[in-house]
């Protein structure tokens, strides 16, 4: 045998396409598995604490599982080209994590912490149970924990920032429900037969206006409101239960007083069937009636209000202005301006007025709505109160069981979205919290490149979940 013959013998045969690709797969397969092993190990020898949170535990793994620049994977060839891929340096991954914790200590600061928790349920079980079985006593309640809500609340108003919420008490809900619990603890709790301090006129007028617009207006905003029980929030329990105890004192005193009388006496009237829901001999003297004259007895000062001054309190650019005439700065907001801004502003815009989405939305940015959109607020909020009044407040006329039975309705609804809004801060908050961050990062230009964890649909439908194991 010649030497050329046995060199060319000795030589191995080329290598199809075929081949090459498959091992190179098998080459880059057995790297990244035997990194991912590594990594795993790694993650699972130091801090296990992110095994409780799925979210962290998964980003923590993540940075570890970058691949370095000698196994980086090809994607399918089209035409000759690779395709480009988007890679996430480990410094963003760093960065959001940052912002999950200070989102998480935001949270904890604004109340969502165990006590508050605890608090919350223990109270709610409290307030219903001794509304059941103890009605007798249940004024009692009303009177020490609508202090402390109603004192809370405007507490908490007071010092939210970048504008001072306290003026929401000047809406008509807050105005009613400071009313009533004036009237339900005070007026009607206060002298006995021979001794009293108001007329029985006066008591019954104000027993019937009371009626209206507790089991009316109250009730009804927590039927078209998103106020749920949420819990740990001690602001969002005291706006519930708020619109919830006047209703509920007021199922005892019109369909359980008797229970009342035998233990407290000071209670004069001999029962609550004089309660006269319709008009018979003009306004006064029924529940619709004294409900609508209370309405514009609140309504006019509170529009006058608004026209004079309250408008110009929260906007970018006002027009009142200091002595030295320079525009003073928004401080105050309304009940107004903060519905407007929750949407209403761009509903009337479009259903109202035609007007262009924009220019809603530069209002809501300046808080500076035309003046019919304000007239056309107050209009449906009329509109919405005397609704309520017939519909609600008329249903809870006909009997205990009817009253009772919206209690539970509303009380129900109010508990499934709380129950939503659990749901959602242990499934999806931070995983929408991370994605508009790792989307706000990569806007911004934070992407690497090298040994970086390639990031597929950031937009979409994406996931870091230990490798889908």
Known sequence: MSPKAATKEATPAPASPRDHDEDRDHKHKHNHNKNHDENLDQHNVGDNNNDNNPIL??????????????????????????????????????????????????????????????????????????????????????????????????????????????????DFCWVTSIACYIFLSIVLFVGGPGNELFSPTFRRQFLELTFGVACGPLLGTLLVTPLSLVFHSNETMASVFLHFFPAMQLYILRWNSSVMREVWPVFWYENFDFLNFWPREGLPGSVLGNSLIYYFCWAVPYMIFQLVIGLDLPRTHRKMKTKE?????????????????????????????????????????TNEFELRDFFAYMTLHFISVV????????????????????????????????????????TQMYTSIVRRQFVSLLGHGAI??????????IEGDWTYSRLNR
């Not at 402390?148 to 001072?164: A, D, E, H, V």
Request: hydrophobic share 40%; glycine share 6%.
């Open 57 to 170: 535990y998964n980003l923590a793994v993540a940075p570890s599982l970058s691949l370095d620049s000698s196994s980086k994977p090809t994607s399918d060839v089209e035409e000759g080209q690779e395709e480009k891929e988007e890679r996430l340096s480990p410094n963003t991954v760093k960065a959001v994590l940052n912002n999950l914790e200070r989102e998480a200590e935001n949270r904890v600061k604004d109340g969502f912490n165990r006590w508050n928790f605890t608090f919350g349920v223990a109270n709610t079980h409290f307030v219903v149970y001794m509304w059941a079985v103890y009605p007798e006593h249940f004024w009692i309640i009303y009177i020490i924990e609508g202090a402390f809500f109603l004192s809370f609340r405007f507490y908490k108003l007071w010092n939210k920032r970048p504008l001072n919420q306290a003026l929401h008490y000047l």
């Open 387 to 426: 609704a309520s009044v017939v519909l609600l407040a008329w249903f809870c006329s006909l009997s205990k069981y009817s009253h009772a039975a919206w209690i539970y309705a509303i009380f129900g609804l109010v508990i499934l979205r709380g129950a939503n809004r659990y749901v959602y801060y242990s």
């Open 325 to 365: 005439g320079i525009p003073k700065q928004p401080f105050y907001d309304t009940v107004y301006h903060f519905n407007m801004r929750e949407g209403q502003c761009v509903w009337m815009g479009e259903v109202l007025w035609k007007r262009p989405k924009e220019e809603s939305l530069r209002m809501v940015e």
């Open 448 to 457: 690497g490149s090298g040994n970086d964890l390639d990031v597929n649909h």
